[in-house]
């Protein structure tokens, strides 16, 4: 059941692996429907990223950190530099600190650890859009 919100949002999935973005939908859809009218993007590259967000409304973006061209970490600057409000989650196989300090230095929302949880990452999602939009439907 899809709970009846004055808002729809549009999360993008930029990921070189197919595989993974499919996965982060399978994780993402049957829980995040419960709470927000959600259409889930997908794109396989940072490039791709930055240029479908400024095509179609997106609010809020999930990033892989290593994928050719452009990484995680520099699509985020410059989506922000884009979008300030637009909250960007990165997920890496390698959480380093470094990555972490540079993440939080970019305004990046948070940095998930792959393999990523299915509670985990619905969490992070739905307290991204809340604290982007203040959607009290979306509280915990």
């Known amino acids: 059941m899809v ?13 070189d692996n197919r595989a993974f973005r499919e996965t982060l939908r399978e994780l993402l859809e049957p829980t995040l429907h419960i709470y927000a009218d959600l259409t889930i993007h997908e794109v396989d590259s940072g490039e791709a990223a930055v240029e479908y967000s400024l095509e179609v409304r997106v609010d809020i973006v999930l990033l892989d950190m290593y994928m050719h061209e452009l990484t995680g970490l520099e699509t985020l600057r410059i989506l922000k530099d884009q979008n300030a409000l637009r909250p960007c989650i990165l997920i890496t196989s390698e959480a380093t600190d470094e990555l972490r ?8 929302y948070s940095v998930l650890h792959k393999p990523v949880r299915r509670q985990e990452l619905c969490d992070t999602v739905v307290g991204a859009l809340n604290d982007a939009y203040h959607d009290p439907l979306l509280g915990n």
């Open 3 to 15: 709970i009846e919100t004055p808002h729809s949002y549009h999360l993008l999935i930029a990921d």
């Open 101 to 108: 300090r540079c993440a939080v230095e970019a305004n990046a």
